[in-house]
């Protein structure tokens, strides 16, 4: 079966409490492209979808560079690597209903090249122009001599922008108070998280006033640990000239909830 290979080249903190507040971000990796094939379906795309977790999140924006070996027409080159990046991006949007912006460029990878053919039985080719080596990796013994190289350079980098998704959508301010206060009442600390993140991000998108968090009132109790830490990490998040305080409330966290 022809799959897709991908390397992630994005960062994950490891602070739940941190990640737990966190509304927007933005994931960065890159995905190979192999030789000869041009359309990627969202099967291809679904085991990228998965390990990205992306199932919590809206995909807002996508912007790829797509990059082609240097071998072959320029305008033939260019034209795939775009034909390429669109079938990603439509492959991910089937995913989701909201439209995603998307920004696709497509080069040839001569930077790369360059670089790397100087590392090979080959390394005059760095000093041609680029006309001259268009001719002779038309030659197929150097082209398959340098394949290994060539093959690195077909890749697309992608940068993907996220927004989590709203754990109460059309709730109304009270009617998340009540949902929030049930679930606590029940120790349905997952759903409590959904909920008070679903606040942080109201009031990062300015619909709710930040003293509206402080209602969510959360028992000093060590199965809600989680909550109130990402509480007083979302007040440094929201304001970092007051990191002393928003460390001194996680310090007192600490010494109520040891361990």
Same mark, same amino acid.
């Given at each position: 079966?022809?799959?897709?290979?991908?390397?992630?080249?994005?960062?994950?903190t490891?602070?739940?409490?941190?990640?737990?507040?966190?509304?927007r971000?933005?994931?960065?990796?890159t995905?190979?492209?192999?030789?000869?094939?041009?359309?990627?379906?969202?099967?291809d795309?679904?085991?990228?979808?998965d390990?990205?977790?992306l199932t919590?999140?809206?995909i807002?924006?996508?912007?790829i560079?797509?990059?082609?070996?240097?071998?072959?027409?320029?305008d033939r080159?260019?034209?795939?690597?775009?034909?390429?990046?669109?079938?990603?991006?439509?492959?991910?949007q089937?995913?989701?209903?909201?439209?995603?912006?998307?920004?696709v460029?497509?080069?040839e990878?001569?930077?790369e090249?360059?670089?790397?053919?100087r590392l090979?039985?080959?390394?005059? @080719?760095?000093?041609?122009?680029? !006309?001259q080596?268009?001719?002779? #990796? *038309?030659? =197929?013994?150097v %082209?398959d001599? /340098?394949?290994p190289? @060539?093959?690195?350079?077909?890749? !697309?980098?992608?940068?993907?922008? #996220? *927004?989590? =998704?709203?754990? %109460?959508?059309g /709730?109304?301010?009270?009617?998340?108070?009540r949902?929030?206060?049930?679930?606590?009442?029940?120790?349905n600390v997952a759903?409590?998280?959904?909920?008070?993140?679903?606040?942080?991000d109201?009031?990062?998108?300015?619909?709710?006033?930040?003293?509206?968090?402080?209602?969510?009132?959360?028992p000093?109790?060590?199965?809600?640990?989680n909550?109130?830490?990402?509480?007083?990490?979302f007040?440094y998040?929201?304001?970092?000239?007051d990191?002393?305080?928003?460390?001194?409330?996680?310090?007192?966290?600490?010494?109520?909830?040891p361990?």
């Amino acid at each position: 079966m022809d799959t897709l290979s991908y390397g992630e080249q994005f960062d994950t903190t490891r602070h739940h409490s941190a990640a737990a507040i966190i509304k927007r971000k933005a994931l960065h990796f890159t995905i190979p492209f192999e030789r000869g094939k041009s359309t990627y379906s969202p099967a291809d795309l679904r085991p990228l979808y998965d390990s990205l977790r992306l199932t919590d999140f809206t995909i807002t924006r996508i912007t790829i560079e797509a990059y082609s070996s240097v071998e072959g027409p320029e305008d033939r080159n260019i034209a795939l690597q775009e034909q390429r990046a669109q079938s990603i991006v439509d492959a991910l949007q089937s995913y989701q209903d909201p439209s995603i912006e998307r920004s696709v460029k497509a080069s040839e990878n001569w930077v790369e090249f360059l670089r790397d053919v100087r590392l090979t039985s080959y390394a005059e @080719l760095a000093l041609m122009d680029r !006309a001259q080596v268009k001719a002779r #990796l *038309r030659d =197929k013994r150097v %082209a398959d001599h /340098l394949e290994p190289i @060539l093959k690195a350079h077909r890749k !697309a980098v992608i940068t993907i922008e #996220l *927004r989590r =998704k709203d754990a %109460a959508p059309g /709730l109304s301010e009270e009617e998340v108070l009540r949902a929030f206060e049930q679930a606590v009442a029940e120790k349905n600390v997952a759903h409590a998280r959904e909920l008070q993140n679903s606040v942080i991000d109201r009031i990062m998108n300015e619909e709710l006033p930040s003293a509206f968090l402080d209602r969510l009132e959360i028992p000093m109790q060590r199965e809600f640990s989680n909550l109130l830490n990402s509480r007083a990490a979302f007040r440094y998040f929201e304001d970092p000239r007051d990191a002393l305080s928003a460390y001194q409330s996680l310090l007192d966290l600490q010494r109520m909830l040891p361990g």
